[in-house]
């Protein structure tokens, strides 16, 4: 008998989901996955919309823990660390709420991204939290956006914008640190092969952040003579190289490259031009 009430209760649930009718979420889900620096952040809110109500300081208090979207909470993942308003968050999974008010919000990135909207929040959780003006637009946003702007190559600003309202909160990367970490475990410390475009790509960082300009030269060499078809490899160690004040080097190598320009089947890639202006400068 109780088997038969076992299956009886199954097949009863079974026709209670197949029941139910599927329809389009007022606030879907929205999934944006984006590089900030050399970190990747991935976001996932409900976007909700307007539909002619007052939002802040009337559906989303004042003054009151909001999940910063709709449905479950705000996940915000980042692959590396990062700063957010100048404070460290370490890669990882979090959840993002807010306390809106009228003219400056409190953004909290809690430990727990697993709730459902603010349930079971607990402040202990947070790891970060600051408080952040608030700009007023006069043109209205119907659905609430999560977004990034003003890229720059250690980071961009992170925009919610929502109904008449924008708050902006900076985002940077040490990226500096990142490809550090990445030339030690390639080149310095590694005991395989390295490739030449990796050799290329040190000697450009170190070109261009003016670290140990000599050991930059020596990776451009490297990756030369692993690659010397690639022409523009031998630009830019001939314009280190001028850099330096080893004029031989640089118009050699200027020549050489002018020479592969001209010669190119596919294109000159803008060397042509590039050599000859730095041929005019080492004379």
Do not use: H
Request: glycine content about 6%; charged content about 20%.
């Amino acid at each position: 008998m109780k088997i038969k009430t076992t299956i009886l209760l199954f097949l009863l649930s079974i026709v209670a989901v197949t029941a139910q009718i599927a329809q389009p979420s007022l606030s879907p889900k929205i999934t944006s996955k984006q590089k900030v620096g050399l970190a990747t952040i991935d976001l996932q809110y409900g976007q909700p919309s307007v539909k002619g109500r007052t939002i802040f300081g009337s559906l989303i208090p004042y003054n009151r823990l909001w999940r910063t979207g709709a449905n479950a909470s705000t996940k915000f993942t980042t692959d590396q660390e990062i700063s957010v308003n100048g404070l460290k968050l370490p890669a990882g999974t979090y959840g993002l709420y807010s306390i809106p008010g009228k003219k400056e919000w409190t953004i909290i990135f809690n430990n727990k991204s697993n709730l459902w909207g603010s349930a079971g929040y607990n402040k202990e959780n947070d790891l970060i939290r600051f408080k952040t003006p608030v700009t007023t637009s006069k043109q209205l946003r119907e659905t609430l956006a999560i977004s990034f702007e003003d890229f720059t190559i250690d980071g961009a600003t992170m925009i919610i914008a929502w109904e008449y309202t924008i708050v902006k909160i900076p985002v940077t990367v040490n990226s500096d640190r990142i490809i550090e970490e990445q030339i030690a475990s390639k080149i310095i410390n590694t005991e395989g092969k390295v490739s030449p475009q990796t050799y290329f790509d040190a000697a450009q960082f170190y070109y261009q952040k003016n670290k140990d300009l000599k050991q930059a030269l020596a990776w451009f060499t490297k990756a030369e003579e692993l690659r010397p078809q690639a022409f523009w490899y031998t630009y830019y160690k001939s314009e280190l190289a001028l850099k330096l004040n080893q004029k031989d080097i640089a118009k050699a190598g200027a020549e050489k490259c002018l020479k592969a320009a001209k010669n190119s089947k596919s294109s000159d890639y803008g060397y042509i031009a590039k050599c000859s202006l730095l041929l005019k400068a080492i004379k």
